[in-house]
Structure formats: C-alpha cells, structure tokens
C-alpha cells in the first residue's frame, strides 16, 4: 500500500511511502534538508511502524514542536491504521 502525508510544522511538506503490511519501505520525502531526507529513509528501510515510532517518534527540530523523523512515525501510523480499517 503506498500512502501520502502532508507534513504540519516541518520544512518538507509532503512524506510518501510503502507499507507491506506493518514493514515500511520506500520512504521518499517532499522538500526538507537535503542531507537528513536523504538518510531517514535509509536508515528506516525494512523497520516495522513500531520500530519507527520508537525510534524517531518525538523527536524535535530547532525550536519546532516536531521534525522530519517525527511527521514521518506519524505517517506510519495514519497509513497501518488506513491499510487496517
């Protein structure tokens, strides 16, 4: 299942990716810092929503309530829970 998230609070403004059933796979972000958008998916690749989620989940940008990593375990979830409904 591929799915679409439209970023809130961060510089990249849309994140798109693949779940193959709770594993996410091909994570391709909008806009952002080249450097840290290039390297989140990698690093990401093959890991299940849990493991994103406790991996990046709550982590802040600056003086932002948010980041890339953060809006990016939130689209994990939105897109397990769209797939399981």
Known sequence: ???VYKTKG???TQIELELE???VH???FTGGCNGNLQAIPKLVEG???EEVEARIK???CGFKNTSC???LAIA???AYEAANA
Do not use: A, H
Request: hydrophobic share 25%.
């Open 1 to 3: 299942m591929t799915y």
């Open 10 to 12: 961060t510089c990249s």
């Open 21 to 23: 059933g709770n594993v």
């Open 26 to 28: 091909n994570v391709k």
């Open 47 to 49: 890991l299940t929503v």
């Open 58 to 60: 709550g982590i802040k």
């Open 69 to 71: 990593g953060d809006q």
């Open 76 to 78: 994990c979830r939105e």
